[in-house]
């Protein structure tokens, strides 16, 4: 049990790293390892996942997806902006043709599967609101 706990800690551990640079990187999708993180802490680390719950940008993403299976229209605005953004630069700053044409690909599978994710809106006192 302990070898599993600690298994799962370290997977959450790199998961949450991954989150983090994905948001920066076209290639490494923040959500999918921010949910991966969670799920591994809720077995490993009860502390480390209700740090990720309360946290103020994970937080209500994950709380969300949880009730949900959804997002807000404000995070999908914003991951749609950033997925074009980060794609956009990725495509300019490669030198092979071979590689923008991947990228443009991966854009596009990308993007159609992002905008295809249910939306759903919080009730007016909620804290997404403000």
Known sequence: MI???VF??????????LGIIGIFLPLLPTTPFILLSSACFMRSSPRFHRWLHNHKTFGPILDNWHQNRAVTAKVKKRGAIWIVFSFTLSIWVVPHFWLKIMLVVMLVVLLSWFIRLPVTEYL???KENH
């Open 8 to 17: 799962l800690y370290v997977v959450g551990v790199l998961s949450l790293i």
């Open 124 to 126: 007016a006192d909620s």
């Open 3 to 5: 070898i599993r706990r």
